[in-house]
């Protein structure tokens, strides 16, 4: 297939790189199966947790609600973080590449403040697709109509909320601090950097994809892709995964503040004037924002189709890495469960009818 391919160095010198090339070729169709696999072991773990915490359900309710909100965190972030993380690290042996080098991983950038300035950007282009999800949804619901059902699987998931203290502080912790750590130490950290090697734009646009599709909802997929490619971009420019993991921590605390404002209003009182007040004052704020972010975005459209990223593996085109990647077995196996996960698990009762 490389027969005819030839390189060219500094020196303008051509070398045939059909040994080295097919061999970085099988390397990378080797990673993209150990993703693929790392994924089908977290979308299983997010259809057993469910078992899971049914074993434990009684007797945590028998407890009392805080008890049950804090086993009910627990089993969640052992069962949708921790084992699918380990088990992703041990197959990338990412504990031995990063042993002694955290500080270096997680290290400040030179300009703080300038990496920090990305935030209105980033929340921008992610909300901004998030409201073109909304008005998809609102499009499809008004001229095509229930019989689709797909407006269903394009609105925001519906978020249980808690009416006790324990409850909104584990919420509060896990959307805040577990989540963002967990998920860049995972996505822009194991997966960004198995994927380096073979080019820097397939690292940001898989992992990014792969980010998206871990947070199981269609809605959110939209949004939460495109998060990932401004956050990998700056996971990439940064060479760092300190802003990141702030800039999504940031994100985060933005939606938990909104799931807190509508918890505290089912504690108190539904018509308690405070809270709906500082509710609609937090909304307003948060569409400025938006409103701002989409804006900033906009404006940096020219730069950032200027900004180069340095392709370290440039004899294969970024499509065909593209195209090998979804050939991968375990990436369709992935894709499957993925979509288990998008249609509200239509593959249980499938397979129970």
Same mark, same amino acid.
């Given at each position: 297939?490389?027969?005819?391919?030839? &390189?060219?160095?500094?020196?303008?010198?051509?070398?045939?790189?059909?040994?080295?090339?097919?061999?970085? =070729?099988?390397?990378?169709?080797?990673?993209?199966?150990? =993703?693929?696999?790392?994924?089908?072991?977290?979308?299983?773990?997010?259809?057993?947790?469910?078992?899971?915490?049914?074993?434990?359900?009684?007797?945590? #309710?028998?407890?009392?609600?805080?008890?049950?909100?804090?086993?009910?965190? @627990?089993?969640?972030?052992?069962?949708?973080?921790?084992?699918?993380?380990?088990?992703?690290?041990?197959?990338?042996?990412?504990?031995?590449?990063?042993?002694?080098?955290?500080?270096?991983?997680?290290?400040?950038?030179?300009?703080?403040?300038?990496? +920090?300035?990305?935030?209105?950007?980033?929340?921008?282009?992610? &909300?901004?697709?998030?409201?073109?999800?909304?008005?998809?949804?609102?499009?499809?619901?008004?001229?095509?109509?229930?019989?689709?059902?797909?407006?269903?699987? =394009?609105?925001?998931? $519906?978020?249980?909320?808690?009416?006790?203290?324990?409850?909104?502080?584990? +919420? +509060?912790?896990? +959307?805040?601090?577990?989540?963002?750590?967990?998920?860049?130490?995972?996505?822009?950290?194991?997966?960004?950097?198995?994927?380096?090697?073979?080019?820097?734009?397939?690292?940001?646009?898989?992992?990014?994809?792969?980010?998206?599709?871990?947070?199981?909802?269609?809605?959110?997929?939209?949004?939460?892709?495109?998060?990932?490619?401004?956050?990998?971009?700056?996971?990439?420019?940064?060479?760092?995964?300190?802003?990141?993991?702030?800039? &999504?921590?940031?994100?985060?605390?933005?939606?938990?503040?909104?799931?807190?404002?509508?918890? =505290?209003?089912?504690?108190?009182?539904?018509?308690?004037?405070?809270?709906?007040? @500082?509710?609609?004052?937090?909304?307003?704020?948060?569409?400025?924002?938006?409103?701002?972010?989409? $804006? $900033?975005?906009?404006?940096?459209?020219?730069?950032?189709?200027?900004?180069?990223?340095?392709?370290?593996?440039?004899?294969?085109?970024?499509?065909?890495?593209?195209?090998?990647?979804?050939?991968?077995?375990?990436?369709?196996?992935?894709?499957?469960?993925?979509?288990? #996960?998008?249609?509200?698990?239509?593959?249980?009762?499938?397979?129970?009818?």
């Amino acid at each position: 297939m490389f027969e005819s391919e030839y &390189h060219m160095d500094n020196n303008g010198n051509t070398e045939n790189i059909e040994a080295g090339d097919n061999s970085k =070729l099988r390397d990378y169709k080797t990673v993209c199966a150990k =993703l693929g696999l790392s994924m089908c072991v977290y979308f299983i773990c997010r259809l057993l947790a469910g078992g899971v915490w049914y074993i434990f359900a009684d007797a945590a #309710e028998m407890l009392g609600e805080t008890v049950y909100n804090i086993i009910n965190t @627990i089993v969640l972030v052992v069962m949708v973080y921790i084992i699918p993380i380990i088990f992703s690290a041990t197959i990338f042996k990412s504990f031995e590449t990063y042993k002694g080098n955290y500080k270096t991983l997680y290290k400040k950038p030179r300009r703080l403040a300038r990496a +920090m300035g990305t935030f209105p950007a980033t929340f921008g282009f992610g &909300h901004g697709i998030a409201l073109l999800t909304l008005l998809a949804s609102f499009l499809i619901t008004k001229y095509i109509g229930e019989p689709a059902h797909i407006e269903n699987l =394009l609105r925001p998931p $519906v978020i249980e909320q808690s009416t006790n203290i324990a409850g909104i502080i584990t +919420m +509060m912790l896990l +959307m805040v601090v577990i989540a963002p750590l967990f998920e860049e130490f995972w996505v822009r950290g194991i997966m960004y950097d198995a994927l380096k090697p073979y080019g820097n734009g397939i690292a940001i646009l898989i992992s990014s994809l792969l980010f998206g599709l871990m947070h199981g909802s269609l809605y959110m997929i939209f949004y939460t892709t495109a998060y990932g490619l401004a956050l990998g971009y700056i996971r990439y420019a940064t060479d760092s995964l300190f802003i990141v993991t702030i800039l &999504h921590a940031i994100i985060n605390t933005i939606g938990a503040g909104a799931l807190l404002l509508i918890s =505290l209003m089912e504690i108190t009182n539904e018509e308690n004037r405070i809270i709906n007040t @500082i509710n609609i004052i937090f909304l307003l704020a948060v569409l400025i924002m938006v409103i701002v972010g989409v $804006v $900033v975005f906009l404006s940096k459209i020219p730069a950032i189709r200027r900004f180069k990223i340095e392709n370290t593996w440039t004899q294969i085109s970024p499509r065909k890495k593209t195209a090998w990647f979804f050939a991968s077995v375990p990436v369709i196996l992935m894709m499957v469960l993925a979509l288990n #996960e998008l249609t509200n698990n239509w593959l249980p009762n499938l397979l129970l009818s």
